[in-house]
Every structure is written in C-alpha cells, then in structure tokens.
C-alpha cells in the first residue's frame, strides 16, 4: 500500500499541523528516503546519525516550512546549496505546482538530486550545478525567482548577496500578509532555515547587506518539542 513505509508519526504531525498528504506524494516521500540512503551509501551526503533520523531531522524539517507560509501556485523557486535534495525535494512533492530549482556547486551531489527527480518523474524540479554568484549569470536567471530557500547554508549575509541576483525585483509593501494561520509571502524573498542564536548574525547582516526586512519565525509546531525541533528557525529576508 502507497505510504505504508512513511513513519505513522510523520503522517500524523503533518496532519494536525495543517498539512494532509495523499497516499501518491506519500509514496513519492518514501521513494526518496530510499533512493536517497541509497546513494548515501556511495556519496556522503547526510551522516549516518541523520540517516536513522531522516524523517524527522530533513523531510520534516523541510516541510515544516509549509505550516508557517502558504506559497501561491506556479512560483519558482531556488533550493541554494540543496546538498541531497533538501528542503527542495520534498516540497516539490508536497507542492507539485510550484516550479523548483536545486542548486548545488558539488557535482557529485547533483548527480545524485538528478538521478532521485527522474526516478521520481518530478517534471516541475530542475537541476543545476554552479556557484551562486556566477550561475545566474551564465543560466540566465538574474531576477527570475519569487522565493531563495537554503537550509543549513552559509552565514545569513552571504546567502542575502548569494541570493540577491536570482529575486525579483519587488515593487510591493515590504510586510508579510497573514492568511489564517499562514504567511503569504506577497514579494519575492530569501528564507533561510537554521537554529540556535541568530541574534548576532542577523545584526551583522543588516550592516553588510541593504534588505528591506528580516523576521524570525521560531518554528515551534505541534509535536517539534517532542521531536528536539523547538529551536529550529525560518528567517525571511525582504532583500
């Protein structure tokens, strides 16, 4: 039965959390756990310790996101420094109207994220592999993104200058709009997932780097005390 090796628990955080899944992108999860410790076998790309705790320390954690933001249908949007395929993939599964990019400057991890969107048939998801601050140059993909996630990548100043290139240029109110219990994002914006103090980081930031916002979103779901993701953040940057 689609589903039946996604962890019950998983499911049912998700659920109560606003977030139903079919049994198809529940299935297409569980094809990517597998494809993806697969190839962890071969190529590093998560530790072992994080392999035994994959569902919640990196598919729950990248979709946790979508608790907190409601993202419009048929954005596009970059996964910088996607490693093997998070927080990209999974939302691509959860959310197949949005168009994603995986971005990674190894190419022995992109080879990988390639190899699981073709086994996966998501026809949405493309793979490219560059630096930050040339790729948008030689894709052609200055200005062309409504959102930059990037998880456990880089301080916050340099994924501010890394992303500024690929956002769009945004003429809209520099807030973000709540719809019900979400966050609409209304003008395009960097993301970053990370934990721990930011404090500092994100003063820093301000002085380097001219942005039009920062908020941080503690990410404090139902079941993440529970699961030791109580202090995992969102930091949105109007940039």
């Known amino acids: 039965m689609a589903g039946t090796d996604v962890p019950l628990e998983f499911q049912k955080i998700c659920k109560r959390n606003g977030l139903s899944l079919s049994d198809s992108q529940l299935n297409l999860l569980a094809r990517f756990v597998d494809g993806l410790i697969e190839w962890n076998t071969k190529i590093n790309l998560i530790s072992r310790r994080d392999q035994e705790n994959i569902w919640v320390s990196h598919v729950l954690h990248s979709l946790a996101l979508l608790f907190y933001l409601e993202l419009p249908g048929g954005i596009r949007i970059l996964d910088l420094g996607t490693g093997g395929g998070f927080p990209g993939i999974p939302i691509a599964i959860v959310r197949p109207d949005v168009n994603v990019v995986l971005l990674d400057s190894i190419q022995k991890k992109t080879r990988v994220v390639l190899d699981l969107v073709e086994r996966l048939g998501l026809t949405r998801v493309s793979v490219w592999t560059g630096r930050a601050e040339e790729i948008h140059r030689t894709k052609g993909a200055g200005g062309t993104f409504d959102l930059v996630l990037a998880r456990a990548v880089g301080g916050l100043s340099d ?81």
Do not use: C, N, Y
């Open 159 to 239: 994924l501010v200058r890394w992303s500024r290139p690929f956002l769009k240029v945004s003429h809209a109110s520099p807030e973000l709009l709540l719809v019900g219990p979400r966050i609409m994002l209304s003008s395009p914006v960097l993301v970053a997932l990370k934990g721990g103090d930011l404090e500092k980081e994100i003063a820093q930031t301000k002085i380097k780097e001219p942005v039009r916002f920062i908020r941080t979103m503690r990410m404090s779901f139902e079941g993440s005390f529970e699961l030791g993701l109580e202090d995992k953040k969102a930091v949105i940057v109007g940039i």
